[in-house]
């Protein structure tokens, strides 16, 4: 597909897009049609502790995947994110002239992950909300390395679907099924930092019943199916910091 005619489409498909699930159907798009098998928006990480399971906003990426590295904890130590964390600029790279690049720090096991689900090329857009929250739309693959007119033209593609997301979800903001209680949040909040029902209880002097019965409640409530989608819904929303 030539340029010009590939933006006019992605472009007309963005557009159009009357829900987050669209946005990402049309991001997914994207992805296939710059040869990328991935794409995934996500907030940026502040803290070492931050697991990829927590930050996701949208993704394609396989469940295996994101499971298998958070249990090897490996985005506190990518050498990658520190440079997207401190820069405004989109980037790419191969996972060869990462592990060139990075011969010391690169984990082995990090790479022998990449490898096996075919993420041998990434195109990264740092993004911001108009609240000032940091976001990075990602895309994954194995294909040839991008060169710089296809990371300019991904980098515009990534500000127009970030740009209709940013609208669908401030509007949802006025249409969430029912607001949380401060109970509600206070569980909400704390299960974000990764305590678990009985450590919670013990912060706010409940019994991890009571604790999990709030817990299902703002479940229901933001029309979610389990806690990671709801911690990621509510501090997507800004209910929670």
């Known amino acids: 597909m030539e340029k010009p005619e590939r933006q006019t489409i992605l472009s007309r498909t963005i557009s159009t897009a009357n829900s987050q699930a669209d946005v990402l159907a049309a991001l997914e798009q994207t992805a296939h049609a710059f040869d990328f098998s991935f794409v995934t928006l996500l907030m940026m990480p502040t803290r070492p502790e931050d697991l990829l399971a927590r930050l996701l906003i949208q993704t394609t990426l396989p469940s295996q ?6 249990q090897s904890r490996f985005l ?23 592990e060139m690049l990075h011969r010391e720090s690169f984990p082995k096991d990090l790479a022998q992950l990449l490898n096996r689900f075919g993420m041998k090329t990434s195109a990264v857009m740092p993004l911001h909300s108009l609240e000032g929250e940091r976001f990075l739309l990602q895309f994954d693959g194995e294909r040839p390395p991008v060169g710089q007119s296809e990371l300019n033209e991904l980098g515009m593609i990534a500000l127009h679907a970030f740009d209709v997301f ?30 678990t029902s009985v450590e919670i209880g013990r912060i706010l002097s409940l019994s991890d019943h009571t604790v999990n019965a709030h817990m299902t409640n703002a479940i229901k409530k933001m029309d979610c199916v389990n806690r990671t989608q709801l911690v990621a819904k509510a501090i997507r929303l800004g209910l929670i910091n």
């Open 166 to 195: 940013e609208k669908l979800r401030r509007a949802e903001r006025f249409t969430l099924p029912g607001p949380l209680s401060a109970r509600e949040l206070e569980v909400v909040r704390w299960t974000a930092q990764g305590k």
């Open 65 to 70: 995947f994101v499971q298998e590295f958070d």
């Open 76 to 98: 506190s130590v990518s050498p990658v994110m520190p440079l997207l964390i401190s820069s405004m600029l989109p980037r790419t790279w191969t996972l060869e002239s990462a």
